[in-house]
Structure formats: structure tokens, C-alpha cells
């Protein structure tokens, strides 16, 4: 139980410093692998992640995480996993709570930061509003994962 309580307390962190759905995912992804979830996908912003843990087809549970009416969480678990089950309904309260309220200050995974966008203006003796880019911009997985951004399908 200390072990899942120690994955929530840095996933909550995580989640309080993130500014993008990127980072968001990296943190949501390390907390699911460390509680025995054997696949999530993530929805924030239009930006949707996923990963399986676990090769193979199985029969499954899937528990869904609302964080608005577009924004969600899906973690599932095979049926009959010998790994007990510790701090799911924690990490699904957590997910729930600390996503609904970081997205109103969540950015684009592509844009730039509007402090950095306006240093670069200043440098460059450019005088106009910073450019936040697009989602689309970032196609490539980060150099530490396998997973990628996909656009989404709604």
C-alpha cells in the first residue's frame, strides 16, 4: 500500500507542475505502469496518448475518468491479474480532480511558451503578440517513449 500511495503522491505532483497534455501523459503513464494498469489512453486538449503495458489480447476492465465533456482517462486491467489491485479508486480520484484543474492552464503539447515567445521577439527586436503555435506542430514522440500524439477523431 506505501508503494501505491508513494506513485499517487508523485503523480500528483507531476500533475500540478505539468503545462501541456504531454506532460500530463508522461506522468499519468508512469503512475498506470507502476499500479499494475495494463493499458491507459489519454484525451486532453484534442491530444490523445496511449500505451499497453502488457502484450497480448485479454478480457478486461475498463474504468473511465471524466475530466470534461471531451477530455477523459480510460485504464484498463485484465481479468484475473495476480498483481493486487492497490489505489485504483485513489488514482482515479486523483486523475479526476487534479486534470479538471489544470486544464483551464493547460497549453498545446506543440506551442511555446508565451514568456519564451516573447523573450525570442524581444531578442529579435520583433514587436507582436507571441505565436502559441498548434498541437499539430509536435508529431514526433518525446526521445523517452514509444507512444505518440495523434490528432483527435471527435
Not at 508503494?3 to 498506470?32: F, K, Q, V, Y
Not at 484498463?76 to 488514482?91: D, F, K
Amino acid at each position: 500500500m506505501l508503494g501505491a500511495e508513494i506513485h499517487l503522491e508523485n503523480l500528483e505532483n507531476a500533475l500540478s507542475a505539468a503545462t501541456t497534455p504531454n506532460d500530463c501523459w508522461m506522468a499519468i503513464r508512469e503512475a498506470c505502469r507502476h499500479l499494475a494498469i495494463h493499458r491507459v489512453r489519454v484525451s486532453l486538449l484534442g491530444e490523445i496518448y496511449e500505451e499497453q503495458f502488457v502484450p497480448g489480447k485479454w478480457s478486461c476492465w475498463t474504468i473511465r475518468i471524466p475530466v470534461s465533456d471531451q477530455d477523459y482517462v480510460n485504464c484498463e486491467r485484465a481479468l484475473g491479474c495476480q498483481i493486487e489491485t492497490i489505489g485504483i479508486a485513489s488514482l482515479a480520484d486523483l486523475l479526476g480532480g487534479a486534470l479538471r484543474a489544470r486544464i483551464p492552464s493547460l497549453r498545446p503539447t506543440g506551442s511555446i511558451d508565451p514568456q519564451i515567445a516573447a523573450l525570442v521577439a524581444h531578442s529579435a527586436g520583433i514587436s507582436r503578440e507571441p505565436d502559441y503555435g498548434s498541437v499539430k506542430v509536435s508529431m514526433d514522440a518525446p526521445a523517452a517513449t514509444a507512444t505518440y500524439c495523434l490528432p483527435s477523431m471527435e
